[in-house]
C-alpha cells in the first residue's frame, strides 16, 4: 500500500511542531489569555457586583427632608443598608470615620422633583461597588416615585420583573469566553501556515522536497492539512475543559465543524499569501492585517462569527445559524478549490 | 556604536533589505486596513452586538414585556407555547414570567430586569410630563476619606448654607408622598443649618429637565469620567450614574498598542531572517558593531511606531491638537515600543524555525499586552496603576496632570527592562549562536555568559537585571490584586524570593558553565558576594529613585516586595540597612558554591538559599505587620 505524500508532509510538520515543543507555548497562551480574561471578569465583577464578593452590603448615611422616600427605596434594594442620620454634618461625620460607605442627601424641589446628592469615597477599591449600590437605590426610588406619580403619566412604566439569583458570568462565558477560545487556535494555525510555506521558500528546502516524487500541490495540501487539523482538536480540548468546570456547551460537533471551517479558510489565505509573497514579512504582515479585516468585516453578515459560536454553544441557534455554518464550509471549500487551482498552476522555479 | 554606520544599516534596512515590504504589500495592507475602518463605524452605529439572541422568549402580543423583548436584541422572540427549557428559556404571559430551572433562564431574567429599566427609561423621554417621569434628580460627587474629624467642618465648605429651594415643596407632588415627606423636610430642616450642603451645587444646575436626553447620550459617560477625574460630580437621572470605570480612555489607549503587534511581526521577521542561509554573516564581517547593527535594524521600525503613536494621539485630540499632550502619550508609549521590539528580538535570537517565531510573538503579543493594559484598568483606583505606563496615557487621555516622579515611576522600569532584552540578544548576536541550531537553555547561558566576565561585571549584571526582576515582581504583584491578603502575602513571598535568587544566580552559573571564573570554594563564595552586592546596591539606588514623589501606596508595595529594608518597627537602622546586605551576599553566595560544581548542584544550592531568603522576608514582613 503506498502512503499518501500528502500525509507524509503532515505528519512530518505536525511532528518538527512537537519536537521544538512550541505547540506547548501555544497551548499555554490560549490557556493564559483564557485565564486571564476570566480573571480579569471575576475580579471586575466583585468590584461591582455586591453578591460576587464577601464585603457586599454597602452602608448609606440618609439625610435630608426626603429621607423617607429614600429609606424606603434602601429597604427594597438587595445588598444596601441605610443609616439614618439627623443632620448633614453627622452624616458626613459618619462618612469620614468610615460608619458609612456614602452619604445621600434627599432633598424635594421646586418642580415637586426629589433631588439627591450623592457622595462616594473617592479613590477607593470600592468606590465602584458603592457607586453601582447608589444607583440601584436611586433607580429603584425613581421607580417608586414614578409608581407614585403614575396619574400623570400617559403611560404607566412597565413592571419590572423580580430578582433572581443568576451566574453574573453566564453571558461572558458564553459570549466572549468561548468564542476567544474558539477563534484563536485557527487564527494562530494560519499564522502557522504562513511559517511552513515561507520557511521552505526562504530556506531553499522546497526544492529537496521537489527532488522528493511529490506534486507541489500535494506539498502544500499537506503542509495546509496538518494546521487546519490542529484547530479544532484544540477546540474540543477547550470545550471539554470547559465542561470540566461545569459549562455545558451544546452542539459540540456543529461548533467543531465552524471551527474547522474558519480553520480552513485563515489557513488557505495564509498558505496562498505564503507562496504570492514567497517571503515572511510581507506574509504574516499581511496575513494579521487580512484575518483581521475579515474579523472585522463579519460584522456584515447576518450574525457575526462570534455570535454564531455563542448560539450553537448555547443552544439557541435559529436557522439563521445553521446557514451561515453552511456557508462557513462552503467558503472553505470554494477557497480550497481555488488556492489549488493557483498552486497548480505555480511554476515552482520562480518561487 | 557609530551613529553614522548605524544609520546606514538603518537605511538598508529601509530600503534594500531582504525581507523588505514591497509596494504591493503596502498596497494589499492598506486595502485591507481600509476594510477594517469602513468596518468599525458600521460595527459602532448598527451596534452589533455579540449576545444577540441568545435567550429566547416565548411571548404573546398583547404582553406588557412584548415591546422589552422585541427592541433587545439580546432576546429572541419566540411562540410563547413553545417547550419550556427546550425550545425557549422563559415564557411570559401578560405579567407572568414563566422560567425554566436553567442557569440560562436565570441569566435571561436578570438580563430582562436590565431591559425593562432601559426600555421604561426611553419610554418616559417621551413623556409630556417630564417631571413626573424623572422624579429623581441626582448628582453624585466623590470626596476622600481622610479618617480625621477636624477635616469634615473645615474641609469642602459643608458649611456654606446652599439655596433651601426644596424645603417647602414637599407638598406640591400633590401625592401620598407628599405628607411624609413635608414630616421629614421638619426634621431635616432642625438638625442642619445648611441641608444642600456638600459644597457642590450641581442639583439644580444639573436638574434642567430639557437636556435629559444630552446627559444620557454619548456624551454623559465621557464627560461622567473627566468630571469625576476633574473632582466635580456627575448628575442626572439615577441611570446616569456610571461608575468611576475610564473604559472610554482605555479603548483609546488601546489604539496605541494595537499598532505595535504589526510592527513586531515584520520585526521579527527582519531579523530571523538574518539567521537563515548565512545572510547575516555579511554585516557581522563587516567593520561594524554589533550594536550598530542591532540599532541600526531597530531604528526603523522604532521610528515607525512612535510615529504612529504621534499619529494617533493628535487624531485623537483632532479639532485641537496639543503637542504637549501629544507628547506625553508619545514618551508614554515609546517604552512600550521598546519592550515590544526588545522581546520580539530576544525571541527572534531564540526562535529555531519560523513557527517558533510566530508563537515567541504571540506570546510577546499577548503578555506585553496584557502588562501595558490591565492595570490601566485601575487608573482612578490606585497608584499601582502606574506599573504600566498605558497609564499614563490614560490620565493624559483624561486630562490630568502627571507628575515627574510618576513619569519616571511608570516609564523606567520598561525602559530598563528592554534595555535587559536588547543586552541579552546582543549577547547571542554572534556567529556561534545565529546560524547553529543551539539548544535553547544553552543559548540562554550564552546570552548571560557574553555579560559575564570578572567579579566586578557579576556585581553589575546583577544590578542591571533588578528592572527585570522589578518588573516581574509587580506583575505579580499586580495579578494578586484580587486574591484575599491571607493568601497573597505568602504567594507574593514565593514570587519574589524565586524572581530574586534567580536574578542574583543565574548568569553566575552561565559564567561557570562557560568557565569564566576560577574554580574552587573561596572564589565561588567571592563572585557569589558580589552578585549580592551588586543586587543589595542596586536595589537602594532604585529604591531612592522611587522614593522621589512616589504617592505612599506604591512605596509600601514596593517595601513589601523588596526585602522590607523600610520597615521601621525593627529598632536599629544600621541593623535594617546591613541585614538585607549580609542576606543578598549569603544566599547569592550559596548559589554561586553550587554553580560552581555542576547543574544539580546548582539547582540545589538555589532551592537553599530561596528558603533561606523566604524564611528571612516573612520573619520581617510578620515584625512589619503586614
Known amino acids: ?351 | 556604536m557609530n551613529p553614522r554606520k548605524l544609520l546606514r544599516i538603518a537605511r538598508w534596512e529601509v530600503t534594500k533589505n531582504a525581507g523588505g515590504v514591497d509596494r504591493r504589500t503596502i498596497v494589499v495592507g492598506a486595502l485591507a486596513l481600509l476594510a477594517v475602518g469602513i468596518a468599525t463605524p458600521y460595527a459602532a452605529t448598527s451596534g452589533v452586538a455579540v449576545d444577540s439572541g441568545i435567550y429566547r422568549v416565548g411571548i404573546t402580543n398583547e404582553s406588557a414585556y412584548y415591546d422589552v423583548v422585541r427592541e433587545d436584541p439580546t432576546f429572541a422572540v419566540r411562540d410563547p407555547q413553545a417547550d419550556l427549557g427546550e425550545e425557549i428559556e422563559l415564557r411570559i404571559d401578560r405579567l407572568a414570567i414563566d422560567a425554566a430551572p436553567t442557569p440560562k433562564a436565570a441569566a435571561a431574567q436578570t438580563e430582562l430586569r436590565s431591559s425593562v429599566r432601559a426600555y421604561n427609561n426611553r419610554q418616559m423621554r417621551q413623556e409630556s410630563n417630564q417631571s413626573a417621569a424623572f422624579p429623581v434628580r441626582v448628582s453624585l460627587g466623590y470626596t476622600e476619606r481622610t479618617q480625621v474629624r477636624e477635616v469634615i467642618s473645615t474641609g469642602d465648605g459643608q458649611d456654606q448654607t446652599a439655596d433651601d429651594e426644596g424645603t417647602g415643596d414637599g407638598t406640591d407632588g400633590g401625592d401620598g408622598d407628599g405628607s411624609g415627606g413635608g414630616d421629614e423636610g421638619g426634621t431635616g430642616t432642625d438638625d442642619g443649618s445648611g441641608t444642600d450642603g456638600n459644597g457642590n451645587d450641581g442639583t439644580a444646575g444639573g436638574g434642567g429637565g430639557e437636556n435629559i436626553d444630552d446627559v444620557a447620550g454619548g456624551t454623559g459617560g465621557v464627560g461622567g469620567i473627566a468630571g469625576q477625574l476633574a473632582g466635580g460630580n456627575t448628575s442626572g437621572t439615577p441611570a446616569d450614574i456610571s461608575p468611576p470605570f475610564p473604559f472610554q480612555s482605555l479603548v483609546l489607549a488601546f489604539l496605541f498598542v494595537l499598532p505595535l503587534n504589526f510592527i513586531i511581526q515584520a520585526y521579527g521577521s527582519t531579523m530571523v531572517s538574518e539567521r537563515l542561509n548565512r545572510r547575516g554573516e555579511l554585516l557581522l564581517v563587516a567593520p561594524v558593531s554589533r550594536f550598530d547593527i542591532i540599532g541600526g535594524k531597530t531604528l526603523p521600525y522604532l521610528t515607525g511606531a512612535i510615529g504612529i503613536a504621534a499619529v494617533i494621539a493628535a487624531a485623537l485630540e483632532l479639532p485641537a491638537v496639543d503637542p504637549v499632550s501629544v507628547g506625553i502619550s508619545v514618551l508614554a508609549v515609546t517604552p512600550i515600543a521598546l519592550l515590544f521590539l526588545g522581546a520580539t528580538f530576544l525571541g527572534a535570537m531564540f526562535a529555531r524555525s519560523f513557527k517558533e517565531l510566530t508563537f515567541v510573538t504571540v506570546t510577546v503579543t499577548v503578555s506585553l499586552t496584557t502588562y501595558a493594559f490591565v492595570p490601566a484598568i485601575f487608573t482612578d483606583v490606585g497608584a499601582v496603576a502606574l506599573i504600566s505606563p498605558l497609564t499614563i496615557v490614560v490620565r493624559n487621555l483624561q486630562g490630568q496632570a502627571i507628575g515627574l516622579g510618576e513619569f519616571a515611576f511608570s516609564l523606567v522600569p520598561p525602559l530598563l527592562t528592554a534595555g535587559v532584552f536588547f543586552g541579552l540578544g546582543a549577547g547571542i548576536y554572534r556567529e556561534e549562536d545565529m546560524f547553529t541550531q543551539r539548544s535553547i537553555p544553552l543559548k540562554a547561558l550564552d546570552a548571560l555568559a557574553a555579560r559575564v566576565h570578572g567579579k566586578w561585571s557579576v556585581a553589575a549584571v546583577t544590578a542591571i537585571l533588578l528592572p527585570f526582576v522589578f518588573v516581574t515582581e509587580l506583575v505579580g504583584v499586580a495579578a494578586l490584586f484580587a486574591i484575599p491578603d491571607a493568601l497573597s502575602i505568602p504567594t507574593m513571598l514565593v514570587v519574589v524570593v524565586v524572581v530574586e535568587e534567580f536574578a542574583k544566580s543565574l548568569h553566575v552559573y552561565a559564567g561557570y558553565a562557560h568557565d569564566r571564573f576560577e574554580a574552587g570554594l573561596w572564589p565561588a563564595v567571592v563572585v557569589g558576594a558580589f552578585s549580592g552586592i551588586g543586587f543589595f546596591l542596586g536595589e537602594k539606588i532604585m529604591l531612592l529613585a522611587q522614593l522621589v514623589g512616589l504617592p505612599s501606596e506604591v512605596v509600601e508595595g514596593l517595601i513589601a516586595t523588596g526585602t522590607a529594608t523600610g520597615v521601621p518597627s525593627i529598632p536599629i537602622a544600621i541593623g535594617f540597612l546591613l541585614a538585607p546586605l549580609a542576606l543578598h551576599v549569603v544566599t547569592a553566595a550559596i548559589s554561586a558554591v553550587g554553580a560552581s560544581r555542576n547543574r544539580r548542584a546548582y539547582l540545589a544550592a538555589v532551592v537553599v538559599a530561596m528558603a533561606i531568603h523566604f524564611a528571612y522576608n516573612y520573619t520581617v514582613v510578620s515584625i512589619g505587620g503586614f
Request: no cysteine.
Open chain 1, 1 to 351: 500500500m503506498v502512503s499518501d505524500p500528502r500525509v507524509a508532509i503532515a505528519r512530518r510538520d505536525l511532528a518538527s511542531l512537537s519536537r521544538e515543543k512550541t505547540i506547548v507555548l501555544a497551548l499555554l497562551i490560549q490557556l493564559f489569555v483564557a485565564a486571564f480574561s476570566s480573571f480579569l471578569v471575576v475580579g471586575l465583577t466583585s468590584l461591582y457586583d455586591p453578591g460576587a464578593s464577601a464585603q457586599g452590603e454597602v452602608d448609606i448615611g440618609v439625610t435630608g427632608e426626603a429621607n423617607e422616600s429614600l429609606l424606603r427605596a434602601i429597604e427594597d434594594t438587595e445588598g444596601a443598608e441605610a443609616v439614618q442620620y439627623r443632620s448633614n454634618a453627622t452624616a458626613f461625620e459618619g462618612f469620614q470615620n468610615g460608619a458609612v460607605d456614602a452619604v445621600m442627601i434627599a432633598t424635594r424641589q421646586p418642580d415637586s422633583r426629589i433631588s439627591v446628592q450623592a457622595t462616594a469615597p473617592e479613590g477607593s477599591i470600592r468606590t465602584t461597588l458603592v457607586v453601582v449600590q447608589l444607583r440601584e437605590v436611586l433607580q429603584t426610588l425613581e421607580r417608586q416615585q414614578r409608581d407614585i406619580r403614575a396619574a400623570f403619566l400617559d403611560d404607566p412604566p412597565v413592571p419590572l420583573p423580580g430578582e433572581v439569583s443568576a451566574s453574573p458570568y453566564f453571558g461572558f462565558t458564553y459570549t466572549i469566553l468561548l468564542p476567544l477560545l474558539l477563534f484563536l487556535p485557527p487564527f494562530i494555525s494560519g499564522s502557522v501556515a504562513v511559517d511552513a510555506i515561507t520557511e521552505e521558500i526562504e530556506r531553499g528546502t522546497l526544492d529537496l522536497l521537489r527532488v522528493a516524487p511529490v506534486d507541489l500541490v500535494d506539498i502544500v495540501d499537506g503542509k495546509a492539512a496538518a494546521m487546519a487539523v490542529l484547530a479544532p482538536v484544540q477546540a474540543l480540548m477547550w470545550i471539554v475543559l470547559l465542561s470540566f468546570n461545569g459549562i455545558t456547551v451544546s452542539n459540540v460537533p456543529l461548533l467543531l465543524v465552524t471551527v474547522g471551517a474558519m480553520a480552513a479558510i485563515v489557513v488557505v489565505v495564509g498558505v496562498t499569501l505564503g507562496l504570492v509573497m514567497g517571503e515572511r514579512k510581507s506574509a504574516q504582515l499581511l496575513y494579521s492585517i487580512g484575518v483581521l479585516a475579515l474579523f472585522a468585516s463579519a460584522v456584515f453578515l447576518p450574525e457575526h462569527p462570534a455570535t454564531t459560536v455563542a448560539k450553537l454553544a448555547v443552544d439557541s441557534a435559529t436557522t439563521t445559524t445553521y446557514v451561515l455554518v453552511v456557508v462557513y464550509v462552503a467558503v472553505a471549500v470554494g477557497l480550497y478549490g481555488l488556492a489549488r487551482r493557483y498552486t497548480r498552476g505555480l511554476d515552482v522555479e520562480s518561487l
